[in-house]
Structure formats: C-alpha cells, structure tokens
C-alpha cells in the first residue's frame, strides 16, 4: 500500500504565484462588468453616511507617487467604512482649470494663444483638461481604488461653475468681496496675481547693496549736510522709492566718518559700521525716530524727494533701522505710505519689464536690470556698498520662478473680517496628526486678505459688473442671473457675449439710462474653485452633505485646499465644511531625498503596477507612517513583496487543507472545539479588535505590521505548522482535524476582510476559493465585530503561558541542532523540568503536547538529566530511540507493532485499518 495516498494532503487551484501585473488589469474588467461600487452602495444605502471629499488633483499629466499615496490612503477609508457599518459613497473630483493647462497648450501643443479669441482658446483648454481626466481616471482605476468614476465632479462643468458663483456672490453680499489697489504677490513668468498659498520659497542669488540718501530738508533736526543709509537685496525696487521709514521709538545716530555725516539707528551701527568698513566713527548727534517724522531726503538718482516717515514695521534684525520703502513694492511700504497719503508707484509691466515710469531702465526685465541700477548708484556716489547673498525668496509654485511685490488693482475677500469664526472652527474640528491645527491656525490668524483676481484666461470669470463711471456691480439679481447662465450654457458664455447681454432682463433700463455697462476680464484663483466644492459638491450631491467627515491630503494643502475650503465654508455658512482633516506627507526616495529626474530615483506608480502589481503599491502605501514624509525605493518594494508573499502563502495554505471542509456540515460548534483552536480564534478577536481600532483612527502601518506579524508568528510558526500532523495524518472526520478547520475556516474568512480595504485583488480572488461564502465578492461583506471566544478566560493566560514555554524549547531544539544532536525537530525527544507551579501545572494539562512542540515525544519530569537552563523550564533534547513512520514520520517505538503495517506506528496504523481498508 502507498501510505502516501492514505494522506490528506493540502489540495488547492488558488495559485502561489500572485501574477498580479497580468490578474488585476483582468479582475478591474471584471468590478466594471459587474458594477461593484453600485451594488456596495445599494447593499449599504440604509446606514448611517460616511463622507470623505475628495480633493482634486489638477488634470495635468500622468500620476505620480504622491497622488498614488493620497488615492489609496482614501480608497481605505472609504472601502473600510462600508465594511464597518456605513453607507460611504466616493466622488472623485479633478481642479481643471489654471496656468498649467494655458501652459500645456502654449508649449506642448504649440498652439498660438495671440491669434485665438478668448472663447475658442477656452474651449480647447476645456478639452485638453478633460483628455487628462480620462487618462487619469484610467491610472487611478488601475491602482484599484473603487469610486464612482462615470460621475466625477469638475470644477469646469456647467452645474459646478453656478455654484461657484453662488459663494462668491454669498461673499459679496455680506461685505467680505472687494476691489483695491494694494501689492500682492506677482509672477512675471505667469503674469498673474497670486494668493498667498501659490507660494513657494526657493534659495535665490541677489545683490545685497547699503545705499546713502542726502537729506534735503532736516526740518530744524538735521543741518542738510547728512545722508540715510539704508540696505536692501532689491535694488531693483529703487527707481520706484518714495521714502524712508524709521522707527518712532528707536535711537538714531548721526555719525561722522572722514567728511561723511550717515544716519543709522544706533543699535545697528557697530554691525553696518563693520560691513562697510568704517574706522574713526564719531557720533556727533543722537535722536529719537520721531522727532525726524517727514523729513524730506533727496532720491539718489531721480529729481524726487524721499518723505522719512515712522513705521512700527522697522527692527534692528537686519540692515540699518531706516528702511528703503517703495509702496507699488511691499506690503509695510505700502501701508505706511497711505497713511502719510504716498500713492503707490509701481513702474513695472505685466511680464516685470521697465515701463517709462522708471527713466533710464525702461524695456529691462526687473532682475536684469539690478545691474543697471546699481552701476547707477555708483555713478551717482550713492552706492556705499555691493555684495551678493543667497537667501530664501519666494517663488510660483507653478513655474518655480521668482516672484516680486507688485502694486495692482484686484479683487480681495477680506478673511480679517470673518477670521475669528476661522478659528473657532479650526479649534473645533479633529486634527490627523494634531499639529495640523496649530499650523493652519498660524496662517489664518496672520491672514488679512486672500486677493482672488487672476489675470488670465482659463478659469471662472469673476462675475462683476461696471457701470458706466466704472463703480462694480454685484448684486443678489446679478450673481442669480449669472449663476443662472452658467448652469445652462457654461462660464464661456461671459467671454462669448456683451456685457448688456449677461445682465437680467430689465437691468440696463433700471440702471442705466445709456445701457452703459462693462464686465470684469479677469477670472478667479483656482484655489477659489475647489474650495467651493462643499458648495459644489457636497451640497449638489444626493448621496452627500456638509460638513464631510473627512478632507484628506497632503501637508502641502494646508496653505492650499484645506484653507480656501475653510475660508469660503465659514464665509457662507459659518461652519467648517468638514469635521476631519487628514495629511500625509512627501514621498522621498530611500535616503530621504526629493525625487528628480536628474537624481534618476524617481518611482513611477504605473512601472510600479507593471512589475509587481497594484496590491503591492498598496500594501506599501499600508505599511508607512504616512502622516510623516515617507519612503519607496525598489529595495523597499522588495521587501514589501516577500511580505505580501507570506501573506499570500499563509492564505493558501489554509485554502488547501479547507478543501475538504464544508461549514454547513462539518464546523465544529464553538464550546466543543479543541482548546489550542480556540486560543487561537481568542488570538484572532484580539488581532481583529486592534485592526479595527487602527482603521477607526486612519492609522494603517499598524495594521500591515499586526497582520504581518499574525501571519508570520501565531500562524506560520505555530497554528498552521503543528496542525499538519492532525490535518494531514488523522482521519477525514476526526474531530481534531474539524477543530483545526473551523479555526482556519474563522480566521481566514476574517483576515481577507481585514484586508479587503488594503489588497483588494488579492482579497477577492482569495474570496473565490473559501467554500461555502455566500457573497460574490468579500466587498460586499461586513468586517466582524470582536466577540468573546468560550471559555477564553481560563484558557489565555495557560497558552499565552505555553507559548513562553515554547519559545525556551525552540532554543534548546536549535542548539541541539547545531551541535547535531538531532535533524529535524521530529527526530528529538524532549525532557521538560518545570522551574515554577504554573509552568508545571500549565504542562501538565496539555493534551498533545510533543505536537505543539513538534518533536515526537515531550515528557515532563521534576529535573533532567542534562538539561540546560531556560527562564521557564530546564530543556533536555536527545534522538528518540523510535523509529520513523512512514507515513507521519513521528519517531515512535510503537512502529513494527501492527503485523499488517510494519512500517507505521500504531496511530497510523489505526487510521489506516478504520479508514482505507474497510
């Protein structure tokens, strides 16, 4: 007889090999086939609503690794939720408006912007962004992340742009919309105002210069004969000076030096004196800032006087204490300026060029022309000194070219005048990782005004009116009939049509004698799009409300959407328009470096799904601390595959020895399963409790390390290791063996659905093999809830204790081992002496126990005769005298008593005898 077929050997189709580059594409086929997110959310439609809003990425080019990280971070929260009792419809969302896409079309396309009216060029801006979507939507879809794809909302369609204009005209109408001339942000290399949150901060190179002002008018304090020195890294700004400001409290000092007079504040002049080489210095007149209030200095190159003027802004950090001011090019200058009745001068271009306002420099690009300048100041003897330093300047984070203060006419929501309400809510809501909320609060409590205007082509036209003396116009008639417009025939129509003909019927005779009217050209800030989208979105959606439950993005999006979404939600409705904020990180490579192209260390998602699988990039994006930056490299995902490898075999291997288990019919009833089972199945409760508890709190690198380490620890090395001698050796119905399968049965079936919302490929094709499971597919299941196991009090702190004992045998089996003593651990028989009452009580009353342990004989015995000395018992290891079976290969000295089979021992025998012979 070959013993061989007597045995019950695992049997599976499930395959070892995931394949998952060739599956997954298949298994996506097969979700859209069968409309898995419709039919999750008709199962879950009566639960209570979880809503995470999506934040849309800009349509623009293929995915990267951090759009791969932020998908799927949502992608577990949802699936999770309508695991665990919700009803979680997802919406994604794309920004498809903005300078990237003009740009993409300029240069990519090289389509000629000047020779196109506003509505065409518009439209194919539209086009080439929803191209994007759908190449998007695809790559999305590909890392398996489930949502409502067929109906994504976009900031360019009709029903989204009306809504748009609703906030803004909401906004207007309690007084926080405005028109002013003030400097903002401005990029030459987009030609556009920009908001605060479009900023990024990059080392620059600039002229570091101290500049000398003669004094033309000392007002009874000063005899004329002095000169300000003032310091600056923008000479540029100087042809645009209109003062000096100084501060009203601080002490200043007209110092002599050879047949100079220079005025420094005295707290400075140590330092100045020092970089500009002076020796011999003698103060010759000390006094206070504001007793030199509107002294009139002489501009060192144009026929202008410079106004000293006193401004709480100036400090002795930097630089000199009098402070070159120039109200066209900075936010202090300007303010200080207006209050002594300076208009700003600004005499810059669009693109930063000269304009004739600044003789001498006009056609030079601003940056080329602090040359110029300087060389100006040289000739003019003004320039008292001139290095150059590399310091931190802000830039567009578009084009991540320089940007520069510029004074211009835009429209402005006034955030001081709801900003307390800001905070309240930021203080409100919960905060993923904590210091979220102190570093929106920060920008916010520092905010003033959010300037909204944009001077550029594709996006949502602010929605203003101007009569015929050029007053603006926004009224509650205006906003509804435009918002009205844009919901039926879409934004263009403002570019497509007279101003008479946007405005309501009736209007212009109401108004306007003349019928006089014009319309406001520039468009709205991007950021203003998508933060309407609780708006937009939340509000427009049958499925939705406001607040969210969750807005989760990157740490970038706290300047960004997270605060134009807040912004607006609190300006219309006074409540934030969501109630959790999550952020996540950068992804670097594996020495923590931002990746590049020139680095070559660039991870690309798609190359990712190519090799290894989208599974894989999920379980990746599962096993970092996310809320910190993190880290991919390809030696990371190597080892992220041998982890989903042993998740994967662990899986197979209780799918092979279920493969004759029905639970219908052969489940064991929970208080009649063996004890070491339901140790297990307790193992199984406390695991499930903490990976709940860890999804609750958006926490998944617990869960990957837990679940990993269930696999690999409580199952792999023990459960699934010793139970082969019962699963394949004792008979088909043996009650052991059914103990053994109903724990597999259990703990499989849970572990798939805890891994539902990381691995979902994997989890449904693992699904398709489990008999008995109704559900088609394990996204249409619920996570169970913990539960206590019978009897789980007496028995988990005996088997917590035994695997401690355990451990102290493994080591004397490896040391028997390698001093070859024995084999395989089957070879060896073992004495166990207890060193305490509980750990002899504990052995003791374990049934079996040689096959926990997996040697062929454990016996127990109040000392060894040559032991060796664990913390919990003395260890003696030595062969067993028996012989091997052949068909369990236990070594036992009952083999040789069966004269039918000589070459097993009597269990085998037995089992042969009742089973196969009969």
């Not at 070959?2 to 580059?21: A, C, I, Q, S, V």
């Not at 003032?230 to 209109?242: E, F, R, S």
């Not at 849970?750 to 489990?770: G, R, S």
Request: hydrophobic share 35%; glycine share 6%.
């Amino acid at each position: 007889m070959d013993y061989k077929e007597t045995l019950l050997m695992p049997k599976t189709e499930f395959p070892m090999r995931g394949n998952l580059p060739n599956k997954e594409p298949k298994r996506q086929e097969q979700w859209d086939e069968n409309n898995i997110y419709e039919r999750v959310q008709e199962r879950t439609k009566d639960r209570p609503l979880f809503i995470l809003h999506d934040g849309p990425p800009y349509a623009n080019g293929d995915l990267h690794i951090g759009h791969a990280l932020n998908k799927v971070l949502k992608d577990f929260i949802v699936r999770y939720k309508s695991m665990s009792g919700y009803h979680a419809p997802y919406i994604p969302g794309w920004d498809t408006h903005g300078l990237p896409i003009e740009t993409a079309l300029t240069k990519k396309k090289k389509i000629k912007r000047k020779e196109l009216g506003i509505a065409e060029f518009r439209e194919m801006c539209a086009e080439y962004a929803m191209g994007q979507v759908d190449s998007q939507r695809t790559q999305f879809k590909q890392m398996g992340v489930r949502g409502d794809w067929d109906n994504p909302y976009l900031t360019l369609t009709k029903d989204y742009e009306a809504a748009q204009i609703r906030v803004f005209g909401e906004m207007a109408k309690k007084g926080y919309i405005y028109k002013g001339l003030k400097p903002v942000y401005w990029s030459p290399s987009s030609e556009s105002a920009l908001a605060e949150a479009e900023i990024e901060y990059h080392d620059k190179r600039s002229p570091s210069i101290y500049v000398s002002f003669q004094v033309k008018d000392g007002k009874d304090l000063l005899e004329g004969d002095e000169k300000f020195v003032i310091w600056t890294t923008t000479p540029w700004t100087l042809p645009a000076n209109l003062g000096i400001s100084i501060h009203p409290e601080l002490e200043y000092n007209v110092v002599q030096v050879g047949q100079e007079k220079f005025i420094i504040a005295h707290a400075l002049l140590e330092q100045v004196s020092e970089e500009l080489g002076w020796e011999d210095v003698q103060i010759v007149k000390t006094f206070q800032g504001k007793e030199a209030d509107r002294i009139v200095a002489q501009h060192p190159f144009y026929d202008r006087d410079s106004l000293i003027m006193l401004g709480e802004h100036v400090t002795t950090d930097a630089g000199t204490g009098c402070v070159h001011t120039a109200p066209g090019h900075g936010e202090d200058d300007f303010i200080v300026s207006k209050a002594y009745g300076l208009e700003p001068l600004s005499p810059l271009d669009d693109k930063g060029v000269f304009t004739a306002e600044a003789p001498g420099f006009e056609g030079l690009f601003y940056d080329t022309a602090n040359k110029n300048i300087t060389e100006k100041l040289e000739e003019v003897g003004a320039l008292l000194k001139l290095t150059f330093i590399t310091h931190s300047y802000p830039h567009d984070w578009r084009t991540k070219k320089p940007t520069i203060f510029r004074a211009t006419s835009q429209w402005f929501a006034s955030i001081k005048d709801f900003r307390q309400d800001i905070l309240d809510e930021i203080n409100r809501i919960n905060w993923y990782p904590s210091w979220g909320q102190t570093r929106l609060h920060n920008m916010v409590r520092d905010r003033e005004d959010w300037c909204i205007s944009r001077q550029r082509t594709w996006g949502v036209p602010i929605p203003v009116f101007y009569a015929e003396d050029n007053t603006p116009i926004i009224t509650d008639e205006t906003i509804e009939h435009v918002s009205n417009l844009f919901k039926e025939h879409g934004s263009n129509i403002w570019f497509e049509k007279e101003a008479k003909d946007l405005l309501p019927e009736g209007f212009i005779s109401d108004h306007s004698p003349n019928g006089k009217f014009t319309k406001e050209t520039d468009i709205m800030d991007v950021w203003f799009d998508s933060g309407s989208s609780h708006e937009a979105v939340l509000m427009n959606r049958e499925d939705h409300r406001r607040p969210a439950d969750v807005y989760l993005e990157g740490s970038d999006q706290y300047r960004g959407w997270f605060n134009s979404s807040i912004s607006t939600a609190v300006a219309v409705t006074g409540k934030a328009p969501y109630e959790n904020i999550i952020s996540h990180g950068f992804v670097l490579d594996g020495n923590g470096r931002k990746m590049s192209k020139s680095l070559g260390n660039v991870i690309v998602p798609s190359k990712v799904q190519k090799q290894l699988g989208a599974d894989i990039l999920r379980l990746w994006v599962s096993s970092v601390d996310y809320q910190a930056d993190v880290r991919i490299s390809q030696e990371i995902l190597k080892q992220t595959s041998e982890a989903y490898r042993k998740i994967r075999n662990t899986f197979r291997f209780m799918l092979a020895n279920l493969s004759d288990f029905n639970p219908e019919t052969d489940r064991v009833a929970e208080a009649e399963m063996e004890e070491v089972d339901r140790y297990m199945l307790h193992r199984l409760q406390r695991l499930l409790a903490d990976v709940r508890e860890s999804y609750d709190r958006f926490e998944y690198s617990p869960i990957f390390h837990q679940i990993h380490n269930f696999c690999t620890v409580d199952l792999s090395s023990f459960y699934l290791d010793f139970a082969k001698d019962v699963l394949y050796i004792e008979a088909k119905n043996n009650k052991r063996r059914r103990s053994i399968q109903t724990g597999y049965y259990e703990i499989l079936t849970t572990l798939v659905k805890l891994l539902a919302p990381i691995i979902p490929h994997t989890t449904d094709e693992v699904w398709e093999y489990i008999p008995g499971v109704e559900a088609e597919s394990v996204q249409l299941t619920d996570i169970p809830e913990p539960r206590d196991i019978a009897g789980y009090e007496q028995i988990e702190d005996k088997w917590d204790h035994f695997m401690n004992v355990r451990d102290d045998v493994l080591k004397a089996l490896e040391e028997a081992r390698n001093e070859k003593i024995i084999g395989k651990s089957l070879e060896a028989k073992v004495t166990l002496a207890p060193k305490d009452a509980h750990t002899k009580q504990v052995l003791q009353e374990m049934e079996h126990l040689h096959q926990f342990l997996i040697v062929s004989e454990a016996d127990i015995s109040n000392q060894t005769a040559s032991g060796n000395d664990y913390k919990y018992v003395e260890v003696s290891v030595e062969k067993h005298p028996g012989e091997k079976c052949s068909r369990c290969w236990v070594a036992s000295e009952t083999v040789g008593h069966d004269h039918d089979h000589p070459e097993l021992c009597s269990r085998c025998a037995e089992v042969v005898k009742e089973h196969y012979e009969s």
